[in-house]
């Protein structure tokens, strides 16, 4: 599955042998990425910074659920109601208790691993579309627990989550976007080469065997039951820390937020994105969280011309999600990731084929 | 296993998308007035409007957005507010939070100075923004919680909240039959639980004896004989309905099926022609609780509409109450824009505010109580009409009702 990146390179050093980048090419990429994310902030206005920071929130998540589907292969319909554990318990620490918000988005994660751990349970004994409809099962049912459960709400049907702060500074509303980009930022990268180190140890390793056989990995001697339930775990722990910044960040948590439709979204990203890969997950949810925006400054431009697509904007913009989908799934099944490599390989011996 | 994960997912989505598309009207935009999307002049006033044409609540989304926008395009067709034009973004967010947040940071890129909102749900998850970014913020939702300055600084309510049109129609229902078990259907989110706690409170504040029991009803449901049965056996004569028209006619249609002796009240948003128009026969005999009069009852405030509807060739009546209810709306707002233009003090946030809670009272016409804010209050009316569905009309009972005291 691994595309040889570039030949010729010998390992002297344990180190070197350890480094996740190892070419000039690679380094001077990662160069220009911290470059492009470091400007971002000052190019862009408010706006669209804030379709930069859903994207960075959806990052973290969509890599929680590639961690579950793309490299465990336990498929997940539960993603929003994950969403919803972390920004509950976050809200309503902070709110309601009073906990400082740094500990309560923490302790989100903490609760929504262990909630991940209990919905996970039926992976043991449930594969393919059996545990997808287990997994919808707990969508449905912490969907129903945050409709109708009213102490949680107050009866007012939302909860208010606090602004970010720590040690009496808070966020200021004038440079609300831009403060935010960092907090998101530092949290998904983090949350990246955390992912992406995971998938070097024996944990890791153990979760990608249950996923290519599951016999075969428990006759090598992996713990099956607790690669899985780890899997769970790791990845709605990723998943309260989305549901948490949400709810920081929007201000604001109600169920209609965290829907089925939102994780069959999120299955979306990790499809479109690539399974099984890190920064698949961050290409998806770039991809499918600009998609709409551009839509709509798309029919904006031509709404002279063409006033249908501005009518149907909403409609239109939830079939083109669906359409792209449908486009990667028959002409690149393993998504912008692998397109990625493609054209970079391409380019690497250009002018000649290999 | 792969597998099954694309073919699943491939299916999924397809669903979603087919529901999401499919809940979408293909209704035309014939009155769709110029004011919206025309690129502004430098000194053009900007307005952000949100609107819900193709979601849960189009039914009424769309005339109310309609009349807000009618209502600019006649502003501005006469000189706008001295001489400067009110440049209205409008854009559909489908009644889903996430949009409605989206847009709204369009807008202020885009330097709104006040927002026309739509649903409970986004004007409060707007409602901490409007406060941090000092925007007026009016929407059609009449939850109790916008009209206090103290919580929601720039949250302006024109018309009697959801809870007062909950107290009205508990009034009404006391009045006739003392003892009555009451059910209360309503949409399942913050807009239909908004005056479910303030109805039980206020059985017990007045000594009611009525029974009091809330049922939520399942958005995209065909029929609602389940919510019915269980009402049943509550003993319930009568439905009070938070939602909007076209689940509410569904009721109206399973009352009569089921032949129940049950009279539903309708509040705010599903008492117009719409619901008398989908129940049919079935509308007969319920009540409304709604505080902007409806255009057949013709008073003296329907006249400009009318005129406007008439030049652009199109029948008010058959655009209904809530283009009227958007066209007022706006109404207020314009009379805040103009207050601070005849203050003479620039154009911003707080003076938009300051002017709206200084200003006269906003006279409708009798088409809705006059709209009065003040600084300690943003609750701008509290008198609503009470209507009865008769020979398929909506007949007036009672104007200007007020929760008892």
């Known amino acids: 599955m691994i595309v040889p990146l570039a030949t010729g390179i010998h390992h002297t050093s344990y180190a070197s042998e350890l480094a996740l980048r190892n070419t000039r090419g690679e380094k001077a990429r990662l160069g220009l990425g911290i470059l492009a994310l470091g400007a971002l902030p000052f190019l862009l206005d408010s706006y669209w910074l804030s379709v930069v920071n859903a994207i960075g929130i959806a990052a973290i998540g969509a890599i929680g659920l590639n961690i579950l589907v793309g490299f465990t292969g336990q498929i997940s319909l539960g993603q929003g109601g994950f969403l919803a554990v972390g920004a509950f318990t976050s809200a309503l620490l902070s709110g309601r208790a009073g906990v400082p918000i740094p500990v309560a988005i923490a302790a989100a994660v903490v609760v929504t691993a262990i909630g991940g751990v209990i919905a996970g349970l039926p992976a043991l004994r449930l594969k393919g579309l059996y545990l997808a409809i287990a997994t919808l099962g707990s969508q449905e049912i912490i969907e129903f627990v945050i409709r109708r459960w009213r102490w949680l709400t107050g009866g007012q049907g939302f909860l208010e989550a606090p602004p970010l702060g720590v040690l009496g500074w808070h966020v200021q509303r004038a440079t609300f976007e831009r403060t935010w980009y960092w907090v998101i930022l530092g949290a998904a990268a983090l949350g990246a080469a955390a992912a992406r180190n995971v998938f070097r140890t024996a944990l890791g390793r153990s979760f990608m065997a249950v996923r290519d056989h599951e016999v075969a990995a428990s006759t090598i001697g992996v713990n099956v039951t607790r690669a899985k339930l780890g899997a769970f775990a790791l990845s709605s722990g990723y998943v309260g820390l989305a549901g948490a910044l949400t709810a920081h960040y929007s201000g604001t948590v109600s169920w209609e937020r965290f829907t089925r439709e939102v994780s069959v979204l999120y299955l979306g990203m990790i499809i479109v994105g690539g399974l099984g890969s890190i920064a698949g997950s961050i290409y998806g949810a770039a991809f499918l969280l600009l998609l709409p925006p551009l839509l709509s400054a798309l029919a904006d431009a031509v709404r002279t011309t063409a006033p249908f697509l501005a009518d149907q904007l909403p409609a239109l913009q939830v079939a083109a999600v669906g359409l792209v989908i449908m486009l990667f799934l028959i002409f690149e099944p393993r998504g912008l990731d692998r397109l990625w490599r493609r054209v970079r390989d391409y380019f690497g011996s250009w002018p000649f084929r290999y | ?405």
């Open chain 2, 1 to 405: 296993m792969t597998r099954t994960i694309y073919l699943f997912s491939a299916v999924l989505l397809t669903i979603s998308a087919c529901k999401q598309s499919g809940s979408s009207s293909g209704a035309g935009s014939e009155a769709r007035p110029a004011a919206e999307g025309k690129k502004p002049a430098s000194d053009d006033i900007v307005l952000g409007i949100l609107a819900d044409l193709t979601g849960a609540t189009a039914d009424v989304g769309k005339p109310y957005n309609e009349g807000m926008l009618a209502y600019l395009d006649n502003l501005n067709a006469q000189g706008g507010i001295k001489g400067r034009k009110i440049n209205a973004l409008s854009e559909d967010y489908a009644y889903k939070i996430p949009n409605a947040e989206e847009k709204y940071k369009k807008y202020v890129q885009a330097g709104a100075v006040a927002i026309q909102g739509w649903g409970t749900g986004d004007s409060e998850a707007l409602r901490s923004k409007v406060k941090g970014d000092e925007l007026p913020f009016m929407s059609a939702s009449y939850a109790e919680v916008l009209t206090d300055p103290k919580q929601s600084p720039y949250n302006f309510v024109v018309a009697p909240t959801y809870s007062d049109q909950m107290r009205i129609a508990l009034d009404r229902i006391a009045a006739s039959d003392p003892t009555a078990q009451v059910a209360v259907f309503h949409h399942d989110s913050p807009f239909g639980m908004a005056p479910v706690a303030d109805g039980e409170q206020w059985i017990k504040d007045r000594g009611y004896k009525l029974g009091y029991k809330d049922y939520a009803m399942k958005g995209g449901a065909t029929d609602h004989v389940g919510l019915l049965q269980q009402a049943k056996a509550q003993g319930a004569k009568f439905i009070v309905i938070q939602n909007v028209s076209s689940p509410a006619a569904t009721v109206a249609r399973d009352v009569a099926a089921q032949k129940l002796d049950m009279k539903i009240v309708c509040l705010n948003w599903c008492s117009d022609e719409l619901f008398v128009k989908l129940a049919g026969p079935a509308a007969e005999g319920h009540w409304m609780v709604q505080p902007f009069a409806p255009p057949t009852a013709g008073k003296p405030g329907h006249e400009s509409v009318r005129t406007y509807a008439k030049a652009k060739g199109f029948d008010l009546e058959a655009k209904g109450l809530h283009f009227v209810q958007g066209w007022y709306t706006m109404h207020v707002m314009a009379r805040g824009l103009e207050k601070v233009a005849a203050d003479g003090k620039p154009l911003t946030g707080p003076n938009l505010r300051t002017a709206l809670e200084t200003m006269d009272p906003v006279d409708t016409g009798g088409v809705i109580g006059p709209v009065r804010f003040s600084a300690d209050s943003h609750r701008g009316a509290t008198a609503a009409g009470i209507y009865k569905v008769e020979g398929g009309k909506m007949v007036e009972v009672a104007t200007a009702v007020t929760p008892q005291k």
